[in-house]
């Protein structure tokens, strides 16, 4: 009888001594992490003093757009500016700035976003008076074949 004790508590003992080494086994294994990068959303690059120039089809200047900083993000080809500026230009029209805290462009480069203080300046000519419009948000439709909206 003694020794089938003995027999029990040495089988006990062993089963508890390999179940701890199978755990520091598994423990130790260290975790494969893919990470996949085209899910993410980082920039690729940015540009301080940004300053671009768009031009209609017969290389007349159509607008300007300015930011203190543009970040390009290549998942989406889209584009955001610390405090960005644009002037737009019409033959024989007073050009007309839109300023913001933030804008956002998307990845056709054919809408901007503008967030945050948005101030729309406009001197008088022959459409009128002269204008001052202020909003959070505004979108500015580069692509004159379509119109632009306040959100």
Not at 9 to 29: C, D, H, K, N, R
Not at 34 to 40: D, G, L, P
Not at 78 to 100: M, Q
Not at 128 to 143: A, E, Q, Y
Request: charged share 30%; proline share 3%.
């Amino acid at each position: 009888m003694k020794q089938l004790e003995t027999i029990l508590y040495i089988a006990v003992l062993g089963l508890i001594g390999l179940f701890g080494i199978y755990l520091q086994s598994t423990m130790l294994e260290e975790d494969v992490v893919e990470e996949n990068i085209s899910e993410r959303h980082d920039p690729d690059y940015y540009v301080l003093n940004f300053i671009a120039t768009g031009l209609d089809k017969n290389g007349q200047r159509r607008y300007v757009l300015k930011a203190d900083r543009m970040v390009h993000f290549p998942d989406d080809d889209t584009a955001v500016f610390d405090n960005p500026h644009v002037i737009e230009y019409e033959e024989g029209l007073a050009p007309r700035h839109t300023k913001a805290d933030s804008g956002w462009m998307n990845s056709t480069g054919d809408e901007i976003l503008m967030t945050g203080n948005v101030v729309v300046t406009a001197e008088a000519d022959e459409r009128g008076p002269g204008v001052t419009l202020k909003s959070n948000r505004m979108r500015i439709l580069l692509d004159k074949s379509k119109k632009g909206d306040i959100l």
